[in-house]
């Protein structure tokens, strides 16, 4: 089994099958799959159902781990992966977001994550389309929006129960056609084990079908690619966007026994918790947040950590108050509701909040494992990969260096 994947990862030319539209040339430009397992942590490789992603880290390049941007959350770390900004930087600074003109921002919010003015920074699909090559999103945040005026040349608006298998199906009929008009960059996404990670928690046994998914997913991905003879043109990325801990009932933050919620609009419950003050009452609620429980640091927006990198947007409001790893903000009508299983957005640097990052292909050497990096490098990587100039960014190619072909 072992050895039939590592041939599906590696296979090259010589492979048989495939229509001779794709056979490959030796100019062919450079071709990016970018997969998002959401809330893969690294330590979910090797539980023994995983084969595909497992022979992909020990073939190709392996991060020891990837580091998430603040907060852990969705919308801002995917977006940061494409952009190489900061949430702070590009704007999306959580999954719920209130801006004084724009008005309110949630990621089921269909004509919000459309509207382009939310969308800081220019994500590689719109810097290759500028470029003059497509670019395919089965998937993304932001990819719904026409960013600088341009989506995408394939994308669709976000169907969570669109089954994984029809998502690769899709992603490979857009390759399905003569190298020339090839995208340069194919997103894929699932959120199955994100999903499987908040309800039962990372330690858990149930976890596994959803990883089983996730692999399954990528398994008929490279199988596909081998059908089309691309196995070995194509660059896979696949990586998560921040990891996942342990929460429960026992560890819960009522807000409401120490302020009163109409003295604030509460824009993100957290755990990084955005808090507007109503006008004349930021001192007041600062005073009786600071300090009041142990598991909860509260700041004013200027003073959050710098290693944060988080508090300067606009739309961060004056109040920020981060939950310790595994606590849970809520307030006293809803605090029946927290069930034990996983949440994510704590601070970047804990270790349950590591996210995954693998990759194998034409550009990349194999069998390489890097120390771990910010996940603001892989833009720079990628856009170094396509032949594009990146435009200003929090990011830095030299951490990924090693792991490329000279
Ligand atoms: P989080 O609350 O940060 O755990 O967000 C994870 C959820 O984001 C998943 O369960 C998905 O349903 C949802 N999601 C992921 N991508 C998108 C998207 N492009 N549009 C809308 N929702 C999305
Ligand atoms: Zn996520
Ligand atoms: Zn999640």
Same mark, same amino acid.
């Given at each position: 089994?072992?050895?039939?994947?590592?041939?599906?990862?590696?296979?090259?030319?010589?492979?048989?099958?495939?229509?001779?539209?794709?056979?490959?040339?030796?100019?062919?430009?450079?071709?990016?799959?970018?997969?998002?397992?959401?809330?893969?942590?690294?330590?979910?490789?090797?539980?023994?159902?995983?084969?595909?992603?497992?022979?992909?880290?020990?073939?190709?390049?392996?991060?020891?781990?990837?580091?998430?941007?603040?907060?852990?959350?969705?919308?801002?770390?995917?977006?940061?992966?494409?952009?190489?900004?900061?949430?702070?930087?590009?704007?999306?600074?959580?999954?719920?977001?209130?801006?004084?003109?724009?008005?309110?921002?949630?990621?089921?919010?269909?004509?919000?994550?459309?509207?382009?003015?939310?969308?800081?920074?220019?994500?590689?699909?719109?810097?290759?389309?500028?470029?003059?090559?497509?670019?395919?999103?089965?998937?993304?945040?932001?990819?719904?929006?026409?960013?600088?005026?341009?989506?995408?040349?394939?994308?669709?608006?976000?169907?969570?129960?669109?089954?994984?298998?029809?998502?690769?199906?899709?992603?490979?009929?857009?390759?399905?056609?003569?190298?020339?008009?090839?995208?340069?960059?194919?997103?894929?996404?699932?959120?199955?084990?994100?999903?499987?990670?908040?309800?039962?928690?990372?330690?858990?046994?149930?976890? =596994?079908?959803? *990883? $089983?998914? %996730?692999?399954?997913?990528?398994?008929?991905?490279? #199988?596909? !690619? @081998?059908?089309?003879?691309? &196995?070995?043109?194509?660059?896979?990325?696949?990586?998560?966007?921040?990891?996942?801990?342990?929460?429960?009932?026992?560890?819960?933050?009522?807000?409401?026994?120490?302020?009163?919620?109409?003295?604030?609009?509460?824009?993100?419950?957290?755990? =990084?918790?955005? *808090? $507007?003050? %109503?006008?004349?009452?930021?001192?007041?609620?600062? #005073?009786? !947040? @600071?300090?009041?429980?142990? &598991?909860?640091?509260?700041?004013?927006?200027?003073?959050?950590?710098?290693?944060?990198?988080?508090?300067?947007?606009?739309?961060?409001?004056?109040?920020?108050?981060?939950?310790?790893?595994?606590?849970?903000?809520?307030?006293?009508?809803?605090?029946?509701?927290?069930?034990?299983?996983?949440?994510?957005?704590?601070?970047?640097?804990?270790?349950?909040? @590591?996210?995954?990052?693998? &990759?194998?292909?034409?550009?990349?050497?194999?069998?390489?494992?890097?120390?771990?990096?910010?996940?603001?490098?892989?833009?720079?990587?990628?856009?170094?990969?396509?032949?594009?100039?990146?435009?200003?960014?929090?990011?830095?190619?030299?951490?990924?260096?090693?792991?490329?072909?000279?």
């Amino acid at each position: 089994m072992r050895r039939l994947l590592a041939f599906l990862l590696l296979a090259t030319a010589c492979s048989s099958g495939g229509p001779p539209a794709t056979r490959p040339g030796p100019s062919d430009p450079p071709v990016i799959i970018l997969v998002s397992i959401d809330g893969f942590r690294p330590d979910y490789l090797g539980r023994g159902v995983t084969p595909t992603l497992d022979s992909l880290a020990r073939v190709g390049v392996r991060a020891e781990w990837m580091e998430p941007s603040f907060p852990s959350k969705t919308f801002p770390n995917h977006y940061t992966i494409v952009t190489g900004l900061r949430p702070d930087h590009h704007g999306i600074i959580a999954n719920n977001i209130r801006d004084s003109v724009l008005g309110s921002f949630s990621m089921s919010n269909r004509a919000a994550v459309q509207e382009a003015r939310w969308w800081g920074g220019e994500p590689v699909w719109v810097a290759l389309e500028k470029a003059g090559r497509p670019a395919s999103a089965m998937f993304w945040p932001g990819s719904e929006a026409a960013i600088g005026g341009v989506h995408a040349t394939h994308w669709l608006p976000f169907d969570g129960r669109m089954p994984e298998a029809d998502r690769v199906d899709s992603l490979l009929a857009w390759l399905d056609v003569p190298a020339a008009r090839r995208p340069g960059l194919l997103t894929l996404y699932t959120a199955a084990v994100d999903n499987a990670g908040h309800a039962f928690g990372p330690g858990s046994p149930r976890l =596994a079908d959803s *990883l $089983a998914l %996730a692999d399954a997913m990528v398994t008929r991905l490279v #199988a596909g !690619l @081998r059908a089309h003879r691309l &196995a070995d043109r194509v660059n896979l990325l696949v990586v998560s966007d921040h990891g996942m801990a342990p929460v429960g009932p026992d560890r819960v933050i009522a807000l409401d026994d120490y302020i009163s919620l109409d003295d604030v609009t509460v824009n993100d419950w957290g755990p =990084a918790v955005m *808090l $507007a003050p %109503a006008p004349g009452r930021a001192a007041a609620v600062y #005073a009786a !947040l @600071r300090g009041a429980h142990p &598991a909860l640091d509260v700041y004013w927006k200027q003073d959050v950590p710098g290693r944060l990198e988080f508090g300067t947007h606009p739309r961060v409001p004056a109040i920020v108050a981060i939950a310790r790893e595994g606590w849970t903000v809520t307030s006293r009508a809803r605090i029946d509701r927290v069930t034990p299983g996983g949440n994510h957005g704590f601070d970047n640097a804990l270790p349950s909040m @590591r996210a995954l990052f693998l &990759a194998s292909g034409p550009a990349f050497r194999r069998g390489v494992v890097l120390p771990a990096f910010p996940n603001v490098d892989v833009y720079p990587l990628m856009m170094h990969i396509l032949g594009l100039e990146p435009a200003p960014n929090d990011g830095s190619l030299e951490p990924l260096r090693a792991a490329l072909r000279p």
